[in-house]
């Protein structure tokens, strides 16, 4: 899966917009770093972010799988501030994404 950075709606409080890298997609199992459970299979119809701040991000270690439908597009670039104008590339932090559920089980 290409790693996206997205901005969406907040599912805590719907008047603000939230950028987040995408970890997991529909389907995924993710490892999470504080939610509820440790692991998560993301439902049909959510994806999973973070920030990249674990600890003072809020995402979906604190609010869980976001659904599809707050997703408002896809940042691709960093504008403010003025000297900090760049493409972002997607990549994932080390250890975090979609779990490899055949090395899981085996």
């Known amino acids: 899966m290409q790693q996206k950075q997205i901005f969406s709606r907040s599912p805590k409080n719907p ?3 939230i950028i ?3 970890i997991g997609l529909e389907g995924d199992f ?3 770093l504080g939610y509820k459970n440790r692991y998560v299979r993301v439902p049909d119809g ?3 972010i973070e920030g990249d ?5 809020l ?6 799988p976001v659904a599809v439908g707050l ?3 896809r940042a691709s670039h960093i504008i403010w501030p003025p000297n900090r104008w760049q493409r972002i590339k997607p990549s994932l932090p080390a250890n975090r994404g979609p ?8």
């Open 20 to 22: 987040k890298r995408v």
């Open 99 to 106: 779990l490899d559920t055949e090395e899981e089980e085996g």
């Open 59 to 64: 995402d979906s270690n604190s609010f869980g």
């Open 46 to 48: 959510h994806f999973w």
């Open 71 to 73: 997703l408002h597009g």
């Open 30 to 32: 993710i490892r999470t």
């Open 53 to 57: 701040h674990h600890g003072h991000s």
């Open 15 to 17: 008047q603000q917009k």
